[in-house]
């Protein structure tokens, strides 16, 4: 069974910084484009930051562009994505995910982690 775990999450203040890292259960996705999203309570789940399967090639939402930074070692198969000056509007669930081609959509992703909460206090 082909499994996302992610980690990472926690309780950090304002100005702050976590890494999230996802741990993929099969090499198939050392040659898949990896992707973050979030969701915060009572919103949609919104896409972060994805990396083509190289990792030569990275894309960011505005909200986090030039905050988050996503990186991959298809030698671990692990994806992170390293958040920094964290803001309390960033407090949600984060998922990674796992798509064949690079997309910016949760419709588009197939493989998906169960989640680790980010909080963000002011």
């Not at 976590?18 to 919104?46: H, N, T, V």
């Not at 030569?56 to 994505?81: E, M, P």
């Amino acid at each position: 069974q082909v499994q996302l775990v992610e980690s990472g999450g926690g309780l950090v203040q304002a100005g702050g910084s976590l890494k999230l890292s996802c741990a993929a259960s099969a090499r198939i996705f050392s040659r898949y484009a990896m992707g973050w999203f979030r969701q915060a309570p009572g919103k949609d789940r919104e896409w972060v930051a994805a990396i083509n399967w190289i990792g030569g090639r990275t894309y960011y939402d505005d909200s986090v562009k030039g905050r988050f930074t996503i990186s991959r070692d298809n030698a671990k198969i692990v994806v992170n994505l390293q958040m920094n000056s964290l803001h309390p509007e960033d407090t949600a669930v984060y998922y990674c995910a796992g798509t064949r081609h690079t997309a910016y959509d949760v419709a588009s992703y197939n493989y998906w982690g169960q989640g680790t909460q980010v909080t963000v206090s002011s």
